[in-house]
């Protein structure tokens, strides 16, 4: 036919402008030969669950690969609620790869245990490597660090977002070559302890490319103004401590060095933040689109003071000393604000300790216009409240919402706030990600299953009375990916009567909930497509009746068969052929 | 640097909203589903209950799951493990504490809740250890004491106080030492910084609070019967270094050896630790013999 008049370098030059992977999975269904010249020519892989498929067969299929990046554990990880040990390890993928892509150049992991002889493997197996981004890793230590330092010849970003690093040595700095003058981005801000300074500031100065910086805690504020001094071109900074004596030549040397960085546009870290030095950051902030000031135990009217300042803001992460009336001001001034994270500055305290209420956030949605990432903890809320949110913004495309107290409910009425989250989900249409909190019964499922069509991924804890909730939810939310539970009464009815919709999705999450041992083995028996794990610190399930809940459950489909790094609390349900062939 | 934390609170189990939580779930679990205030297509009735695949739960007898809190060790320890509980508030030893609040919040006992990300939470416990100058010492002063309180609920560093923030003198942050901390018949390791202790006391008070529940569960799985480990919320103490508990602390040296912890001075223990295991006493019989004589349970 006509396709075969268009040769396959042209079909290939075609091709190399997709990049979304949904696009190329759909170009590769066209026809073998489509398959065949896409696969030589993906670059970029990404893979969303480390146990979905094998680096054997990601190899196989895509020779080429120049990016990938994997994500590991599940995101209640973050939480805790994922024992240690259960899994997650790189270091297959890595011995894999470092035969098949020698030419690899990033590496971006996700919630992955990496060890220091994984980071040895990647710093000397790839001779081209330039990126390495590990978002809530662990494993490693500063010797890793020092092996990717010395090694990668053209590293052009180090990124180790809330990993967890063992501090053996601040050394590892120095490892980095004389002839290093590659970097671009260097973000070591989860580090404890101290790196060598002076190794730092001599790499800040060899390297003029460097855009971003994001130091650790333990880099004093006043040698802040000697490394501003040798890159005024960084567009992000993160701060270390921002504490010290209060000093007029300190204070003199910062403002003079944030004067001449006039492409800053994020400003993070601010530990310690002695509220005295803020104003020396003034000068910049009307340029700043990205504010994290999570870290900074600072209240009003200092904190309002620098967030006023900040009027072409787009993201704001905040503690809750911001308070409603500093997200009030907020509303006022900022009005690009696309992103709001409100952290909770006593998590643990049975009453609030600051006057932040479901009044900001609405302050917020009815102020900035552009809204459309919201993650909000606070103490108490009201039906009311999320439906004016609902209506104000529309095009809301997350809602993260945590009332700290699990089964508040609406302060105003008492009741439940399957309302107000029902408003949420009917009027913005748009929503991807979800999570709930607070008093809720099915009918706040009912609502989800009806009118969130595009939802992506729903975080659910401490809410619904029965099965109905979660059946609504399977049945009803058609781009569902991801979903998470902890701590809810759905047992085995919806999970057996909605099977099938699993093999739809990434991943399913539920702990502390009602689902019994014989319908995970249903379940991984039926469905052969999904590893069914059930990870349970009680001993063998086989060893209680039947009928008795399980601890956790980790449902994901799979085209990489079973575990084989299972640790003895994880047991992965038989699937058919495995049972068939023992009798 | 990432500190496994029991999310702290002390007191009582017993607050009103965890009660209702539990009942809420007995009653899902024994009730059949209950049928829906308005219509809805999901059946009420078993039977008619279509599934995806022709799947069918084979129970006989279509017999709910007992509720959670019934008898059976198995099935009764589930609960405790959903709402892994603290231990009591800090010990007299700790001058800042209070008595632990009379209305706990459930939050404050839940595993995981809020959810935020340990970094994070080890962020807000770790700024009160902060160097601070004086001028603003004022300044964050109330902080400091909402930070204290989260502290002690935590139930972390509970020897820790605000006098030893002030006296620093504005110098760098000391250097955490996190080792591994496992112990025998728990799967769950934690990581504790050594560096937030300067006496062998309290690293085994918060060990003590950090594995207590986990004792008493090792306890419950093995003897695999309905003995009800946890008194009154809390869960029967280690007193690891004393010797008179099933279990005892050991670290491995630099030089690989098991010890016992609390032989040498303090500082010469923190030199060589490269991580603490607690085990139990029959099995830690093989070890270098503490100076201490002590009647130990075999």
């Known amino acids: 036919m006509a396709y075969s008049l268009i040769p396959e370098e042209v079909l290939e030059h075609v091709f190399s402008f997709l990049s979304s992977d949904r696009d190329r999975n759909s170009v590769s269904s066209v026809c073998k030969s489509w398959y065949e010249i896409e696969r030589w020519c993906r670059r970029r892989i990404f893979i969303g669950?480390?146990?979905?498929?094998?680096?054997?067969?990601?190899?196989?299929?895509?020779?080429?690969?120049?990016?990938?990046?994997?994500?590991?554990?599940?995101?209640?990880?973050?939480?805790?609620?994922?024992?240690?040990?259960?899994?997650?390890?790189?270091?297959?993928?890595?011995?894999?790869?470092?035969?098949?892509?020698?030419?690899?150049?990033?590496?971006?992991?996700?919630?992955?245990?990496?060890?220091?002889?994984?980071?040895?493997?990647?710093?000397?197996?790839?001779?081209?490597?330039?990126?390495?981004?590990?978002?809530?890793?662990?494993?490693?230590?500063?010797?890793?660090?020092?092996?990717?330092?010395?090694?990668?010849?053209?590293?052009?970003?180090?990124?180790?977002?809330?990993?967890?690093?063992?501090?053996?040595?601040?050394?590892?700095?120095?490892?980095?070559?004389?002839?290093?003058?590659?970097?671009?981005?260097?973000?070591?801000?989860?580090?404890?302890?101290?790196?060598?300074?002076?190794?730092?500031?001599?790499?800040?100065?060899?390297?003029?490319?460097?855009?971003?910086?994001?130091?650790?805690?333990?880099?004093?504020?006043?040698?802040?103004?000697?490394?501003?001094?040798?890159?005024?071109?960084?567009?992000?900074?993160?701060?270390?401590?921002?504490?010290?004596?209060?000093?007029?030549?300190?204070?003199?040397?910062?403002?003079?060095?944030?004067?001449?960085?006039?492409?800053?546009?994020?400003?993070?870290?601010?530990?310690?933040?002695?509220?005295?030095?803020?104003?020396?950051?003034?000068?910049?902030?009307?340029?700043?689109?990205?504010?994290?000031?999570?870290?900074?135990?600072?209240?009003?009217?200092?904190?309002?003071?620098?967030?006023?300042?900040?009027?072409?803001?787009?993201?704001?992460?905040?503690?809750?000393?911001?308070?409603?009336?500093?997200?009030?001001?907020?509303?006022?001034?900022?009005?690009?604000?696309?992103?709001?994270?409100?952290?909770?500055?006593?998590?643990?305290?049975?009453?609030?300790n600051v006057s932040l209420t479901e009044k900001g956030l609405v302050s917020v949605s009815e102020g900035c216009p552009k809204l459309q990432s919201v993650l909000y903890f606070c103490h108490q809320m009201s039906n009311a409240a999320l439906i004016t949110i609902a209506k104000n913004r529309p095009n809301l495309i997350r809602f993260r919402l945590c009332i700290i107290e699990p089964h508040a409910p609406d302060y105003l009425t008492l009741g439940p706030l399957d309302t107000g989250f029902g408003a949420i989900v009917e009027n913005c249409k748009e929503l991807r990600r979800l999570s709930l909190s607070g008093l809720l019964t099915d009918r706040v499922f009912e609502y989800i299953g009806t009118h969130a069509k595009k939802l992506e991924m729903l975080s659910i804890a401490f809410a619904g009375d029965s099965d109905l909730g979660l059946h609504h939810v399977l049945s009803g939310c058609e781009s569902l990916r991801k979903l998470e539970i902890r701590d809810c009464p759905f047992g085995d009815k919806a999970l057996l009567a909605n099977a099938a919709k699993l093999e739809t999705m990434r991943s399913l999450w539920m702990s502390s909930c009602s689902v019994s041992f014989g319908a995970c083995k249903l379940l991984g028996k039926k469905l052969p497509g999904l590893n069914v794990e059930v990870i349970d610190e009680r001993g063998h399930p086989g060893s209680r009746p039947e009928s008795c809940p399980v601890e956790k459950l980790y449902i994901y489909r799979t085209v990489g068969g079973q575990r084989v790094d299972t640790p003895d609390f994880v047991w992965t349900m038989e699937k058919e052929e495995e049972v068939l062939l023992t009798e | 640097m990432r500190d496994t934390v029991h999310f702290g609170g002390g007191g009582a189990v017993n607050s009103g909203g965890s009660m209702s939580a539990l009942s809420r779930e007995e009653n899902a679990a024994t009730a059949a589903i209950s049928s829906s205030e308005d219509s809805s297509s999901y059946p009420d009735d078993d039977s008619e209950l279509e599934l995806g695949l022709g799947l069918s739960l084979g129970r006989g007898g279509g017999k709910p799951p007992p509720p959670p809190a019934a008898a059976g060790g198995g099935v009764g320890s589930w609960d405790q493990y959903a709402r892994i509980l603290t231990a009591k508030a800090p010990s007299s030893?700790?001058?800042?504490?209070?008595?632990?609040?009379?209305?706990?919040?459930?939050?404050?006992?839940?595993?995981?809740?809020?959810?935020?990300?340990?970094?994070?939470?080890?962020?807000?416990?770790?700024?009160?250890?902060?160097?601070?100058?004086?001028?603003?010492?004022?300044?964050?002063?109330?902080?400091?004491?909402?930070?204290?309180?989260?502290?002690?609920?935590?139930?972390?560093?509970?020897?820790?106080?605000?006098?030893?923030?002030?006296?620093?003198?504005?110098?760098?942050?000391?250097?955490?030492?996190?080792?591994?901390?496992?112990?025998?018949?728990?799967?769950?390791?934690?990581?504790?910084?050594?560096?937030?202790?300067?006496?062998?006391?309290?690293?085994?008070?918060?060990?003590?609070?950090?594995?207590?529940?986990?004792?008493?569960?090792?306890?419950?799985?093995?003897?695999?019967?309905?003995?009800?480990?946890?008194?009154?919320?809390?869960?029967?103490?280690?007193?690891?270094?004393?010797?008179?508990?099933?279990?005892?602390?050991?670290?491995?040296?630099?030089?690989?050896?098991?010890?016992?912890?609390?032989?040498?001075?303090?500082?010469?223990?923190?030199?060589?630790?490269?991580?603490?295991?607690?085990?139990?006493?029959?099995?830690?019989?093989?070890?270098?013999?503490?100076?201490?004589?002590?009647?130990?349970?075999?």
């Open chain 1, 49 to 352: 669950n480390c146990y979905s498929v094998s680096a054997e067969m990601v190899t196989r299929r895509f020779p080429e690969v120049r990016e990938v990046e994997i994500k590991g554990k599940p995101h209640f990880a973050d939480f805790n609620l994922v024992p240690e040990g259960w899994g997650g390890y790189v270091k297959p993928w890595i011995r894999v790869m470092s035969g098949a892509y020698p030419l690899l150049e990033e590496m971006k992991l996700k919630r992955m245990v990496v060890t220091d002889e994984c980071l040895d493997l990647i710093s000397r197996s790839f001779n081209n490597f330039k990126v390495l981004v590990l978002t809530s890793c662990e494993g490693f230590t500063t010797h890793g660090l020092a092996s990717i330092a010395a090694n990668c010849r053209n590293l052009r970003e180090l990124d180790l977002r809330e990993s967890e690093v063992e501090d053996l040595s601040g050394h590892w700095l120095s490892h980095f070559p004389d002839n290093c003058t590659s970097l671009v981005s260097l973000n070591i801000s989860c580090l404890g302890s101290e790196v060598s300074f002076s190794a730092l500031e001599r790499l800040v100065t060899r390297c003029p490319n460097l855009r971003t910086l994001r130091l650790n805690r333990a880099v004093p504020l006043d040698k802040l103004p000697n490394l501003l001094q040798r890159a005024p071109q960084l567009v992000e900074l993160g701060t270390g401590a921002c504490s010290a004596e209060i000093r007029s030549d300190i204070f003199s040397n910062l403002t003079e060095a944030f004067l001449a960085c006039k492409k800053l546009r994020a400003l993070s870290g601010f530990w310690d933040v002695v509220p005295a030095y803020l104003p020396a950051m003034y000068p910049v902030c009307s340029g700043i689109t990205s504010l994290n000031l999570s870290y900074a135990i600072v209240q009003s009217p200092d904190l309002g003071k620098l967030v006023s300042q900040c009027i072409n803001l787009q993201r704001l992460w905040v503690l809750d000393y911001i308070e409603d009336t500093g997200l009030e001001a907020l509303s006022l001034s900022c009005k690009d604000l696309q992103e709001l994270r409100v952290f909770p500055s006593d998590p643990f305290g049975a009453e609030p």
């Open chain 2, 93 to 298: 030893s700790s001058s800042s504490s209070s008595s632990p609040p009379a209305h706990s919040a459930v939050s404050s006992q839940v595993r995981g809740w809020p959810p935020i990300a340990t970094h994070r939470i080890n962020s807000l416990v770790n700024h009160t250890k902060s160097p601070i100058t004086e001028e603003s010492a004022s300044n964050v002063d109330n902080k400091r004491k909402n930070m204290t309180v989260a502290m002690d609920k935590i139930n972390y560093r509970s020897s820790y106080t605000i006098k030893n923030v002030s006296s620093e003198r504005g110098t760098t942050l000391k250097k955490s030492l996190f080792v591994k901390v496992n112990m025998d018949g728990v799967s769950i390791g934690r990581k504790i910084n050594l560096h937030a202790h300067n006496c062998y006391e309290t690293l085994g008070q918060t060990l003590d609070h950090m594995f207590t529940l986990d004792a008493s569960a090792c306890a419950t799985r093995r003897s695999n019967v309905e003995e009800q480990v946890v008194i009154g919320g809390r869960g029967r103490h280690m007193r690891l270094l004393d010797g008179s508990s099933d279990f005892v602390l050991t670290y491995e040296d630099k030089d690989g050896d098991w010890m016992l912890v609390g032989d040498v001075p303090w500082e010469m223990f923190l030199s060589s630790v490269r991580r603490l295991r607690i085990r139990r006493t029959a099995d830690a019989n093989g070890l270098a013999p503490r100076s201490r004589g002590m009647n130990r349970e075999c």
